[in-house]
């Protein structure tokens, strides 16, 4: 298999291919193979091309007379790290025996795998540090508190915080399934964002009250109405100042504030954008990346000891990427942090 023919047929593989005469030489290498390993590489031996122990074994192998060989691979190729499931199929070249190795890239379904195994490590975590104090209380109350009523109501209250906070965690894994089932449909019906926001800002006037802050809300003059599931957006805008309130500080402000854009370049049209701005020690910006990832978190201890799941602003994310918004969030040592969702505007501006 060589000529203009071969590279036919190796041009209509739809995966990265490489053919190698029975001296290991690339005879062939297809445009998927070229991106992958660089454009010159036929006529070199192919060990100079991938040097990977368990691929150059399965190619030896082939090339004496076994028949077709299958592994998957992790190797770093052009600074790339890939994970892929490789073939080597016993071919004629040039009248000899040669062999074709086809490369599938895995590496987008093994990081999907990586993040469900961690998924799962991280919720099994979240779950038995309440577990484990639960039952070590139990232990206590059935033994040496058993009869001490006042062990007994001390840890009874610690009993119910840790039974309240996998109740969260629960409540928030079942959330974060729903939104993300539901993300690929955009929600339709009419929301107006500024009463939705009075009830969000009314229902959260305890906890600020307790906190020491104020909440204060900038409306623009006329209604905002944007396309999307009420009840996610209280959830969006119930989690965003209610973080802000908790992290925030004492004795602060929250400030929510509009603003119309006539033309927001990713979202490619008119948009709102609703700011949630607090006053707290603000964000490192080694940590912005990844504050939607799911369980991350700035402060371990102080989100955990705030009644924080680690999951808030995942939800956050998935239900704005439903909306087809976007969310941005800027933040400064020192300075506080602002979150702001922008929506794309359902009627535009008069």
Do not use: C
């Not at 193979?33 to 691929?55: D, K, M, S, W, Y």
């Not at 919720?123 to 009869?147: D, Q, W, Y």
């Not at 087809?324 to 942090?337: A, D, F, H, V, Y």
Request: hydrophobic share 40%; proline share 5%.
């Amino acid at each position: 298999m060589s000529g203009p023919d071969g590279d036919m047929l190796i041009e209509a593989v739809p995966a990265a291919m490489l053919v190698v005469d029975r001296q290991s030489r690339l005879v062939l290498a297809n445009a998927e193979a070229r991106a992958l390993f660089g454009e010159a590489i036929v006529g070199r031996p192919f060990v100079t091309v991938l040097r990977h122990p368990g691929i150059n074994e399965a190619l030896e192998r082939v090339l004496l007379g076994v028949s077709q060989q299958s592994l998957t691979a992790t190797f770093t190729v052009q600074g790339r790290d890939l994970t892929v499931e490789v073939r080597v199929t016993p071919l004629s070249v040039a009248g000899g025996r040669g062999a074709a190795l086809a490369f599938e890239d895995r590496s987008s379904l093994e990081r999907a795998e990586q993040m469900r195994r961690d998924f799962v490590a991280n919720v099994s975590h979240e779950l038995r540090t309440p577990l484990t104090a639960l039952m070590g209380f139990i232990e206590t109350l059935r033994g040496p508190a058993k009869n001490d009523a006042n062990a007994r109501d001390r840890f009874l209250g610690i009993m119910e915080r840790e039974a309240g906070r996998m109740n969260r965690l629960v409540g928030d894994l079942l959330s974060l399934s729903r939104v993300e089932a539901e993300e690929r449909r955009r929600p339709v019906q009419s929301v107006e964002l500024t009463g939705l926001l009075r009830n969000v800002i009314a229902a959260l006037r305890p906890t600020a009250d307790a906190a020491g802050v104020t909440i204060e809300l900038a409306p623009p003059d006329e209604p905002v109405t944007v396309a999307g599931d009420a009840d996610q957006l209280v959830q969006v805008f119930d989690n965003l100042i209610e973080n802000a309130v908790k992290y925030g500080g004492r004795d602060a402000s929250v400030h929510l504030g509009f603003a119309y854009l006539e033309h927001e370049p990713v979202l490619r049209g008119p948009a709102w954008a609703i700011t949630v701005a607090d006053q707290g020690e603000g964000i490192a910006p080694e940590h912005l990346p990844r504050l939607t990832e799911r369980f991350y978190r700035v402060d371990t201890h102080r989100s955990r000891e705030q009644g924080g799941t680690g999951l808030g602003l995942a939800i956050v994310k998935h239900i704005v990427n439903r909306h087809r918004g976007r969310l941005k969030i800027e933040s400064e040592k020192g300075k506080g942090s602002r979150f702001i969702v922008i929506l794309p505007d359902q009627i535009g501006k008069s």
